[in-house]
C-alpha cells in the first residue's frame, strides 16, 4: 500500500529555514518523479518544485536559489530544504509522486491530474 508521510512544518521569522520531509512506503521514490506543492487557503495549488527520476530539479522563480528538492533512497524519503523563508511562503505544502500524462483522473488535496500519490500536506507559517 502506498503511503506519504509529511513532516517538517513548523512556524518560523522570515530568514528562518525549514526542512520538510516526504516518506514514501509502497514504492521505491527513485524510480518515479516527484514535485512539492504548496496551497493557501482559497487558492489553487502552485508547483514549487519538482525533481525528476533523474535527479533533475526545477524550482518555480519566487522559490529558486532558496528550497532545494532532494531525495535519500536508503531512506526511501523526499526533501524540501526551504531558506530565506519570506512569509509570502506561508502555505500548506504537499508531496506528490508519480507524475502522469494525458491523464483525465484527478488525485490528492490539490485535486490534479499530474501526480498519482499525495501526502497530507504540513503548515509552514512564516511571520514577519
Known amino acids: 500500500q502506498v503511503q506519504l508521510v509529511e513532516s517538517g512544518g513548523g512556524s518560523v521569522q522570515s530568514g528562518g529555514s525549514l526542512r520538510l520531509s516526504c516518506a514514501v512506503s509502497?514504492?521505491?521514490?527513485?524510480?518515479?518523479?516527484m514535485a512539492w506543492y504548496r496551497q493557501v487557503p482559497g487558492y489553487e495549488c502552485e508547483l514549487v518544485s519538482r525533481?525528476?527520476?533523474?535527479?533533475?530539479?526545477y524550482s518555480v522563480d519566487s522559490v529558486k536559489g532558496r528550497f532545494t528538492a532532494s531525495r535519500d533512497g536508503a531512506k526511501n524519503t523526499a526533501y524540501l530544504q526551504m531558506n530565506s523563508l519570506k512569509p509570502e511562503d506561508t502555505a500548506v505544502y504537499y508531496c506528490?509522486?508519480?507524475?502522469?500524462?494525458?491523464?483525465?483522473?484527478?488525485?490528492?488535496?490539490?485535486?490534479?491530474?499530474?501526480?498519482?500519490?499525495w501526502g497530507q500536506g504540513t503548515q509552514v507559517t512564516v511571520s514577519s
Open positions: 509502497g514504492f521505491r521514490l527513485d524510480t518515479e518523479d
Open positions: 506528490a509522486f508519480a507524475r502522469v500524462y494525458d491523464s483525465d483522473s484527478i488525485h490528492g488535496p490539490c485535486q490534479r491530474s499530474d501526480f498519482v500519490y
Open positions: 525533481l525528476n527520476r533523474h535527479g533533475n530539479t
